[in-house]
C-alpha cells in the first residue's frame, strides 16, 4: 500500500502551519490550554501524567492522519503499541510465532542519545521502524516509535523475504499478501514523517 503523493504534501502544509503557530496543536491534541503556548513564567509546569497523556494523544493522531503503526515502550521496556500495530503483529504471529520473539522491542537495547536523534531499525520480517528517545525534565523515560512500512524499493520478491519465507517455514502466498497491506513510503517520505513527528514532540511541554 504506497501512501500518496498528496497525503505528503498536506504533512508538509502541517509542519509549515506548527512552525508558523504552535498553538494549533493545543486543538491538534485537546491539550486544554487555550490557544496559547504556556508562558513558563507564570504557568505550573507540565505534569509526569499529562506529559504521558499528550504523548499518547499525539501518537494516536499520527497514526490516524499517516496510516502507520506507532508506539512507547518505557525504560521499564513496558510498551504501548497502537492498535493497527497490533493486528498487524497477530497476523506475523499466526505465520510463525518465532519471527514474534525477535521483535525489535525485546532485542534493541533502548537508545539514549539527546532528544531528536532518530534511529531505523529493521523488524525480523523486514519492516522499518523509526525509533526517538524522550525526555521528562531532562529524565530519560523510554522511546516512541513509528513503522512497520516498507520503502518503496523494498520488494517482496527479493532475496530477503525469499530467505525469510524458506528459513521460517512460511506460507509464502499467505506470507506476501500480508506484506502487501504494510505502507510503502520513498526515502524522500521518510523525511518529511520524521520531521512531522519531531516537530510534535519539540512542542509537547510548552503547549
Known sequence: MIIEDSKY??????????????????????????????????????????????????????????????????????TYLSKNWEMFCDKIEAHNSKLCQKCFRYSVEPHKDRFGDFKVFRCPIGTWIISVPVFYNRDYLGNVFFGQFLYTSDLPETTYFNTLIEHYNLDKKAFLKTLNVIPRISKAHEEVLTKLFKLFLKYLTEI
Open 9 to 78: 504534501k498536506e504533512f508538509e502544509l502541517l509542519i509549515s502551519s506548527v512552525q508558523k503557530k504552535p498553538e494549533i496543536l493545543c486543538r491538534i491534541l485537546h491539550c486544554g490550554t487555550g490557544d496559547k503556548l504556556n508562558n513558563k513564567q507564570d504557568s505550573k509546569p507540565l505534569s509526569y501524567d499529562e506529559y504521558c497523556l499528550r504523548l499518547k494523544r499525539f501518537l494516536e493522531y499520527f497514526t490516524e492522519i499517516t496510516d502507520l503503526g506507532t508506539g512507547y515502550t518505557d525504560k521499564d521496556e513496558k
